[in-house]
């Protein structure tokens, strides 16, 4: 039962890293002199030196992507804390329902976000 608990735990923390990592990664689509990433656009020289960064454009499809990462990262850590709180106070056999509930939203923000290609 610890080791399951533990492997919970585990998960739970590899999904904040993962959730964080994609959401600050600063180059998600690099090219021909132009590096875009979720929060701003910039231009590149051929040395690689960055010239000018401008915030991404205020498309409503980006911003509800930005939005949505955000909201996955917020269920996701109150997912943990949750599950934290509930790991002491519930009995023996006592279920995770609160804490699931939360996983789901995160994850199901999580996948919104990567079915907007």
């Not at 939005?67 to 709180?85: H, K, N, Q, W, Y």
Request: with cysteine.
């Amino acid at each position: 039962m610890l080791l399951l608990l533990l492997g919970i735990i585990v998960l739970h923390v590899a999904v904040l890293v993962l959730l964080f990592v994609s959401t600050i990664v600063s180059q998600w689509i690099v090219g021909n002199g132009h590096a875009t990433d979720l929060w701003q656009n910039c231009s590149t020289s051929s040395s690689g030196n960055v010239h000018h960064c401008f915030s991404s454009s205020p498309n409503e499809w980006l911003q509800s992507v930005q939005a949505t990462m955000i909201l996955s990262i917020i269920f996701s850590v109150l997912s943990l804390f949750l599950f934290f709180c509930q790991l002491f106070t519930l009995t023996k056999g006592g279920r995770f329902y609160i804490t699931g509930i939360f996983q789901i939203l995160a994850e199901s923000n999580s996948s919104q976000t990567c079915s907007w290609d």
